[in-house]
């Protein structure tokens, strides 16, 4: 199964194309706001490494979220265009789980706490018991650091949440390395997922997972007042 991972959730943004549950090409960009500069470069980096060509990618795989708000949008739009113009399907991937699948590929074991700044004092978090195929022990939630800091304990945390918030977190066990989700780790969970029965959805279905209300929203009813 040719497989195209889109990463787009935090301040790295990436593309990687995994064939038959293997990275064969990845790029990536981290650091950064500029999400629409560089994502479709990325793609096409990665296309230009590859044995084949975009449409005979088979599946695509997205970064739904939590994560910055402007990035998501930009990756699911992104995702949602090449794959209606491919006329392919769609694997969500949520960035904890990415987050989590990257932690048991670099030797982790046991439980993990996945956390991604949220940017306004808080953060998403999600525990995973950690394995070839990570297992969520509890729903995903927002939250303030220090809660974050009371959940995590002494126990193992990854993710840019853990590395801004790490003054708090005392003797926890953590991976600074595995501070973004990739867009390898995006793909490979959407293998994975495949590989399990998972059914792809229509690109028109892909919907970011914020938790939390938007940053900036519109209000239509002060507006109409002043005019």
Do not use: W
Not at 75 to 102: C, F, N, Y
Not at 160 to 165: A, N, Q, T
Not at 173 to 190: E, F, Y
Request: glycine share 10%.
């Amino acid at each position: 199964m040719r497989v195209l991972g889109i990463e787009s959730a935090t301040t790295s943004v990436g593309a990687a194309l995994i064939v038959d549950g293997v990275v064969v090409a990845e790029a990536e960009v981290r650091d950064t706001r500029r999400h629409t500069e560089h994502l479709l470069e990325l793609v096409g980096e990665v296309l230009r490494a590859a044995p084949f060509e975009l449409d005979a990618i088979e599946v695509l795989s997205c970064d739904v979220g939590p994560g910055l708000f402007t990035g998501l949008r930009v990756g699911i739009a992104t995702t949602a265009g090449l794959a209606m113009a491919l006329g392919r399907s769609v694997v969500e991937v949520s960035s904890l789980e990415a987050l989590a699948h990257a932690a048991s590929a670099a030797g982790l074991v046991g439980s993990c706490t996945a956390v991604v700044d949220a940017r306004r004092g808080e953060v998403f978090l999600q525990r995973f018991e950690l394995g070839p195929n990570p297992v969520a022990l509890g729903e995903a939630e927002v939250c303030a650091p220090e809660v974050m800091a009371a959940r995590v304990g002494a126990g193992q945390a990854v993710g840019d949440g853990v590395e801004r918030y790490r003054s708090l977190l005392g003797g926890a066990q953590v991976d600074l390395v595995l501070s973004h989700p990739s867009a390898a780790s995006v793909g490979l969970v959407a293998s994975a997922k495949l590989a399990t029965g998972v059914s792809p959805i229509d690109a028109a279905q892909l919907r970011p997972r914020y938790l939390r209300a938007a940053d900036a929203v519109p209000n239509f009813a002060e507006r109409e007042v002043a005019r």
